[in-house]
């Protein structure tokens, strides 16, 4: 049974610093991994996908990398600002359309 | 491009009520899947629709069920409400292409609140 780790549960920083969010999974037979951000109360915003055959991918100040190997994904945040202020969330796709995912990075950045 | 919309946003009920989510996909996405989000247990699949057959269902009970119409629109019905059934439920919709999984995209939920 999949099972998905984020590290840390809550983080807060001061505005500019670079960060790293961390998801760990136990079973590497995945078919893609997909990072999203929520907003309180809100629904899910997708940042970014990787396939399995992937090992990163960019979208502006954000990068995500991939190793299936030893079962992680990392979330990279450049240059904070107060906007990126949400939970982040990874979600792990197998074999099926379902997403698994895990608990959650509560991401606050001070300016 | 619209995004994914879910009807109606905001519900109470009262134990023992059932209540029907409406989720309609992106234009063009045939996969439509509900989740489950509550501060205990995070979010947890529902089901999965594609082309009006349920392909996948996670751990619940039978009071949980839901449809998918031939525009790809889908519903989600929950019988008999419990207190537990206090929750933010999340339609995602995404293309499906053969050999591979495509990008889900989240509506913005409908949150139901059982008193």
């Known amino acids: 049974k999949q099972e998905v780790t984020q590290i840390p549960a809550a983080l807060s920083v001061p505005e500019g610093e670079n960060l790293v969010l961390n998801c760990s999974f136990t079973?590497?037979?995945?078919?893609?991994l997909q990072w999203f951000r929520q907003d309180p109360g809100k629904g899910l915003t997708s940042l970014l996908l990787?396939?399995?055959?992937?090992r990163e991918q960019t979208s502006g100040r954000l990068n995500a990398s991939l190793d299936k190997s030893s079962g992680r994904s990392t979330l990279y945040i450049a240059a904070s600002q107060p906007g990126d202020s949400a939970t982040y969330l990874c979600?792990?796709?197998?074999?099926?359309?379902?997403?698994?995912f895990g608990t959650g990075t509560l991401l606050a950045v001070q300016p | 491009k619209a995004g994914v919309t879910q009807t109606p946003r905001y519900l109470i009920k009262t134990r023992g009520q059932q209540v029907t989510l409406s989720c309609s996909p992106i234009?063009?996405?045939?996969?439509v899947s509900w989740y489950q989000q509550t501060p205990g247990q995070g979010l947890q699949f529902l089901f999965e629709?594609?082309?009006?057959?349920?392909?996948n269902k996670g751990n619940f009970p039978g009071r949980f069920s839901g449809r998918q119409f031939s525009n790809s629109r889908s519903e989600m019905n929950v019988s008999t409400l419990e207190l537990g059934d206090s929750a933010l439920y999340l339609c995602?919709?995404?293309?499906?292409?053969?050999?591979?999984?495509?990008?889900?995209?989240f509506g913005p939920g409908t949150r139901l609140t059982v008193l």
């Open positions: 995602a919709s995404s293309r499906v292409l053969a050999g591979a999984y495509n990008e889900q995209f």
């Open positions: 079973d590497s037979a995945i078919y893609n």
């Open positions: 990787i396939q399995s055959s992937q």
């Open positions: 979600g792990l796709g197998g074999a099926t359309n379902k997403l698994i």
């Open positions: 234009s063009g996405h045939r996969s």
């Open positions: 629709y594609f082309s009006e057959t349920q392909r």
